[in-house]
């Protein structure tokens, strides 16, 4: 006996159930085609992951449960494929009544339907909701309680009873056990689960316990796409009842990823594409390619613009970008200040040519020499400081918006992960934009990424898009006269691994001087996190590739006194 399972790693928008509901059949027409008896959507596939307070409008349900029906009925002639759907539903009432149109917090189950042959014939609520990281599932869900096991006929006609579970239910034992102990062949998970550094491997691992557990083979049907701050980055995946890898789809793209299972005395032989694991640069370099394509893509944006300086920041944001979007709809602009070295100047011509982008150039000398005149007055008698610095950025800043209002354009920041930890970047000027492209990308790795994509070129815009001497030479702001970013902060590998204990790991200060840090570098560095969360809550959205960034899984108090 043999069974086809299909995965469909698809890209959904939230709030476009017609558009979700349209792919969703058309993967099941791809699928039947093939001889597919099983095919399965990620979670919350009808209204995508994560519609967040959109849960709370009972028109919003509504449009959900009439998506959900469209897909039942326009699959209807698909004989013999079942079809899993992510979607929201409401909870029944005993004696299987509908709660009341209205929604409030808490009231809603996050839902997995079968659709088969145009009806519903089983419908699972995930048990374990997640509430931590990005995740705030309680707030409009309340949990299930039944496991879920269903039929599918095998080519021979005989039945493969399948079970059901959702994203963090697979992360638990007792789901998992309630659908072996109620008679389940083999395991199917739906997902909706956030990348970030590392996190492939992690749910490979997760899922084989799983699997070592049950002893049952293992399916994971994951979502692919970016939104808002969060990428997901596909790789569904099959495992075999003994934990082994048994296939593996692609990364950060669509695809409709198929696994033949073989009925082979009491087992089973899988049969499926087995996509190669990455290095972790060119999984990041991937997920922030996404996050900027999907971004700009569903939010309509018709192309980018950023300040290119001559430094590695936004020569990284650059490359993204043009991988992302191509260079015709990329714009650069450079903006000198008195300050600017002629060797910014050079490179950011270089490598805008090199990427065939626009590329323009506003000095903004004329304007900070106003502002400085518009200033004397207030200012006689007192020395030039970071006032005149941040003037700079914020006259570029100003420029950039404006060329963003005019032609419609999203201003791309350029800030990094160390820099928007220890607010070494300007409130209205460089912070100034629609996007934070690396905003978690701590400075370390903006060298390791500008190095691995000089070695690659994955989307075929040109290789070794980034001059040498951009990576090369020393970080520097260029608003006074020979200023290197070392001249106010600790080297960035000492910084970074601080930023990495502290912010992402939650390490105390003790704890990481006794790790060998020095008590200056960890003190400063903390201070300065915590000084700095005003400045933060006012920054772009940007692309999450950590398990903790400065996003939805950062909600730290501006007001606070705690200084441990």
Request: charged fraction near 25%.
């Amino acid at each position: 006996m043999t069974l086809s399972i299909c995965v469909a790693q698809l890209n959904f928008v939230v709030g476009d159930m017609a558009g979700n509901a349209r792919k969703i059949i058309d993967a099941a027409h791809q699928a039947h085609a093939r001889g597919v008896r099983l095919l399965l959507t990620p979670e919350l596939a009808i209204c995508g992951y994560a519609a967040e307070d959109l849960f709370l409008r009972p028109a919003f349900v509504d449009a959900c449960d009439d998506a959900l029906k469209t897909v039942v009925r326009e699959t209807a002639g698909l004989k013999g494929l079942h079809i899993v759907v992510g979607h929201p539903s409401r909870p029944q009432e005993p004696g299987g009544q509908r709660r009341e149109r209205s929604v409030s917090v808490a009231r809603l189950h996050n839902a997995a339907s079968v659709a088969c042959e145009g009806r519903i014939t089983h419908t699972y609520a995930k048990r374990e909701l997640p509430n931590y990281q990005v995740f705030d599932e309680r707030r409009y869900f309340v949990p299930g309680q039944a496991a879920c096991v269903f039929d599918v006929a095998g080519d021979d006609g005989r039945p493969v009873r399948a079970g059901l579970l959702i994203c963090e239910d697979a992360w638990f034992d007792a789901p998992a056990a309630a659908c072996q102990a109620a008679g389940a062949d083999l395991l199917i998970v739906i997902n909706a689960s956030p990348f970030h550094a590392g996190k492939g491997g992690e749910r490979e691992d997760t899922m084989r316990e799983r699997v070592q557990a049950t002893r049952l083979p293992l399916v994971y049907a994951h979502l692919v796409g970016g939104q808002d701050e969060i990428v997901f980055e596909g790789r569904s995946f099959v495992l075999g009842a003994d934990g082994a890898l048994a296939g593996r789809a692609v990364s950060f793209e669509e695809t409709l990823f198929e696994a033949t299972f073989t009925r082979q005395g009491a087992g089973w032989q899988i049969t499926a594409d087995t996509d190669r694991a990455h290095s972790p640069e060119a999984d990041l370099w991937h997920a922030l390619v996404l996050g900027v394509r999907d971004y700009l893509g569903k939010n309509g944006f018709p192309g980018a613009i950023l300040g290119l300086s001559g430094g590695i920041d936004s020569a990284l944001v650059l490359a993204i970008a043009v991988d992302a979007l191509g260079k015709d709809r990329v714009r650069t602009v450079m903006m000198p200040s008195p300050y600017t070295a002629d060797i910014s100047w050079i490179d950011a011509r270089d490598m805008a040519a090199r990427l065939g982008v626009r590329y323009d150039e506003i000095a903004i000398a004329p304007q900070f020499e106003a502002f400085k005149a518009s200033l004397a007055q207030e200012f006689a008698g007192l020395p030039e400081d970071t006032t005149e610095e941040n003037l700079q950025a914020r006259i570029r800043g100003t420029l950039l918006m404006a060329l963003s209002n005019k032609f419609g354009s999203i201003v791309l920041t350029t800030g990094n992960k160390s820099e928007m930890a220890t607010g070494y970047c300007t409130l209205y000027g460089d912070m100034a934009g629609g996007f934070a492209v690396i905003k978690d990308v701590a400075k370390t790795m903006v060298f390791k990424l500008a190095r691995w994509r000089n070695a690659h070129d994955p989307y075929g815009t040109g290789p070794n898009p980034i001059p040498e001497r951009i990576i090369t030479r020393p970080p520097s702001a260029e608003l006074r006269p020979d200023q290197k970013d070392q001249d106010s902060l600790p080297e960035y590998p000492v910084l970074d691994a601080i930023i990495e204990r502290y912010m992402e790991n939650d390490q105390s200060p003790e704890s990481i001087v006794a790790a060998g840090f020095e008590r200056a570098d960890v003190d400063k560095v903390v201070r300065l996190i915590r000084i700095n969360e005003y400045k933060r809550r006012q920054a772009p959205v940007g692309i999450r590739v950590t398990h903790r960034s400065f996003g939805k899984d950062w909600r730290y108090p501006i007001t606070s006194k705690y200084r441990a």
